[in-house]
């Protein structure tokens, strides 16, 4: 009998885990993916995804081994502050950076996006700048961080990969768990299977009777366009982060990349524009670029799934296709060709098929993208290239927001959930801090043994 058994080992799971090594509690991480030394998905070294378990979200570590972007805000990425209040959240983002330092972070150094003069002029041009501490690892720092924690780890609990969950029943005080490799059987269940695992989690919650609510769903245009255009609102940061309000729907920049590269993700079925740090290059590029993400509410999964499949789908039309437009071409209302982007002063660094974004992205999306860039125009003080690139359609998806009390308990007693799967966090900051958090709770409220 285990005390607490963790389904699933992505950022979440790994800081749960480690704040429980402070008890003498009996600890198992189930994990449907690989170790991470193991995970090798095509789509990391720009070729098609041949993963019957992509490897690139599922395994040790999750969407850690990405990027490692940490922003330590809660101005975006989740409500975490919202769940158990601003102070206790910025707390266990603390505490975040300072274990990712303990194992080898500090080579990074931490910058903040912080400007005052900045944020008021934004807000003159109709604007809202989103503030926060970064530490930007990056793909191989990162990798090497959460290699050494499993290291650490793997040597005081005891790690599972490849298992399949079938169904999990509660009995009186305790959860037995059905898998390929037997049964297990713990006090308490703490599910931390982040985004990939949405529709597995859906089912078991079902099965439990956990009560479940609205999905989020982001999508939007990524623009790639000349990196000096900003650098008069970036300065000495790294990422400006910019918020747009229309009626009462919110865009959000996300993933900007100075001298980056934008490359494709395969996600939730659907291939989407993606930025890519300029660190993971050799040579930067000359260009910048970031999504602007709206976010809006469905009442249920399959109503969000069915949205982003009538948008990015058909984009995609049964293979990779993304389609590419200059913004000079949208505001004259035309399509972009071939012979045009030969002769584009800014250079694409994603190969894309020449289009029409309005003959696929509802007028929603292209609407809100062309107002804020016209706030754009205003708070940078110059016309925005004509020859600015827009590569549609670029997503993130959410799990559905789960019921829970402020220490992420369902209303099934000894059911837990942190990081992204709660639907309360949408960033490896915030959901690493859930599980640092409720890791303090499991810790004082001691085993069952």
Known sequence: ???????????????????????????????KGKPLEQRDCASDHGEPCHCDLCEKYF???????????FNYTSNFGGELAQKIGKEHAMQAMGEVDDILCLFGGKEIAKYSTVDAHLAKKAQSCGLQMLTTEVRHLGTSLST??????????SRKIEIRFEVDITEIKKEAHSFIITTNQGMVYSHKIVLATGRSGTEWLQRQCSMLGVKQGTTRLD??????MKEQQLRSILQDTFET?????????????????????????HQEGFVMPDGQNFREKA???????????????????????????????????????????????LRAGQPTTVKQMEVNRIFPTLQA?????????????????????????????????EDTLLYGMDGKFYSPIIETTTHFETNVSGLYL??????????????????IYVGHHLCDSGSHR
């Not at 999508?219 to 790639?224: A, I, K, P, S």
């Open 1 to 31: 009998m285990y005390d607490i058994t963790i389904v699933g080992s992505g950022v979440s799971s790994i800081f749960l885990a480690y704040t429980l090594l402070q008890s003498d509690q009996k600890i198992l991480i189930l994990e």
């Open 59 to 69: 395994g040790f570590a999750g969407l850690g081994k990405s990027e490692g972007k």
């Open 144 to 153: 090497q961080i959460f290699q050494r924690m499993y290291d650490m780890l």
């Open 219 to 224: 999508l939007g245009v990524r623009v790639e």
């Open 241 to 265: 982060k910019l918020s747009y309000t229309h009626e009462d729907l919110v865009s959000t920049t996300y993933c900007m990349n100075p001298r980056g590269r934008i490359v494709r993700k």
């Open 283 to 329: 040579n930067g590029t000359s260009n910048l670029n970031f999504t602007l993400f709206t976010s809006r509410y469905f009442s249920t999964l399959v109503d969000a799934n069915a949205h982003a499949q009538k948008v990015i789908g058909s984009i995609n039309d049964n293979r990779e296709r993304i389609i590419v437009q200059r913004l000079g071409d």
């Open 353 to 385: 098929e020449c289009g029409d974004l309005t003959a696929h992205v509802p007028s929603l999306y292209i609407h809100i993208l062309q107002e804020f860039l016209q706030c754009l125009e205003a708070f940078i003080g110059e016309t925005i290239d």
């Open 418 to 435: 942190v990081g992204d799967c709660s639907g309360i966090t949408n960033s490896l900051s915030q959901a690493s801090a859930s599980g």
